[in-house]
């Protein structure tokens, strides 16, 4: 009798050992999974706003380098997964997202550093412009009026001469 | 020198100096219009030439090309390559339609390529199980880049090219910011294939 339950008891071990092993294999791919999508939303962030930081104008070669170190990461993480090879996934993913994380909020300071940039270049490039284009309206009205007394001076000045009418 | 003609000389002046002090507003308000927008895909052969690219291939042989971008588009782009094999009956991408081959991706590539820039990486493969009986080649493991893929595409014999034929090709997809997701560009490079005992 004692026998028997002993047996029984190896084979219950057995049959939920069996069950476990069955179950941990799904959930150690779905995590690898989880990982790399993780590490692909963290590069698609990070590359939207490199994109929008270069839009207003920022110097982006720094990040675009580390950008495609983190797109190597998951990519090796994404060939990995593809080929059952699932050892070194996470780890990749891991190290995408942490790069990726990094280029976003360089990328973040980036933008509001070109922003403020772009806006005074903007202000100042405008002003330039009124005011070069006012002073030299100016400069030229005068130089006009100048022109036009001389002018009349000129004319004042002439001596009127005789001309024989010839008809 | 009439007055008046004197006056329409100032006048001239005066709205190109105008125009003159204005142009660099201008400049920045009105964008010029873009060229052509467009991603070059290409391989190269391993002297990055197109000298020596693979054809005839044989099993536990590697082969190496290059692969290459370059980017037209006027802003930096998020590309991803995929490498997939197919046999000769099989689906490659659909320039008309514009849609990507049904084909599992093997293996990918993901770059960062700046406004203008050009971007280009090693593309070697290993076909590791050929097997050929019937008037059928099986090809049944792959290695690209070092990492194996267990593939099982079989090709029957192609009596007008004499050859067991697949294609190797990288289709370009590019990140759509606005939409959050990647697109298929509709174009793929390949490379055809003649598996040899």
Known sequence: MKRQATKIGIAMVLVIMVLLSLHITPVKASNESASIEAANSSINQAFTNVLAAEKAGGNITQLLTELNNAGQLLAAADNAYRSGNLTSVTSNAENASLIADQVNSNALSLLNASIGKSQNNFWLTLVFSIDGAFVFVVVLFLVWRRFKRNYRMKLLGLKPKVVKNEA | ?197
């Open chain 2, 1 to 197: 020198m009439k007055l008046e003609n004197a006056r329409i000389i100032f006048v001239t002046i005066g709205l190109i100096g105008v125009l003159l002090f204005a142009s660099p507003t201008i400049v920045l308000l009105l964008k010029p219009p873009a060229g052509q927008e467009f991603t070059e895909l290409y391989i190269l052969g391993p002297n990055h030439t197109f000298d020596y690219i693979p054809f005839n291939i044989k099993a536990n042989v590697t082969y190496l090309v290059y692969l290459g971008i370059g980017n037209n588009v006027g802003s930096p782009c998020y590309y991803t390559c995929f490498v997939k094999i197919g046999n000769e009956t099989q689906f490659l991408p659909n320039a008309t339609l514009g849609t990507a081959s049904p084909l599992p991706a093997l293996y990918e590539y993901k770059s960062f390529v700046g406004k203008g820039g050009t971007w280009e990486a090693p593309l070697t493969f290993q076909v590791n199980n050929l097997a050929f009986t019937n008037g059928e080649c099986q090809l049944s493991g792959m290695t690209i880049n070092g990492v194996d893929y267990p593939v099982s595409i079989a090709s029957a014999w192609n009596s007008n090219a004499t050859g067991f034929f697949y294609n190797l090709f990288v289709e370009l997809w590019i990140y759509n910011s606005t939409l959050g997701t990647i697109q298929y560009n509709n174009r793929y490079v390949s490379l055809f294939l003649n598996m040899t005992e």
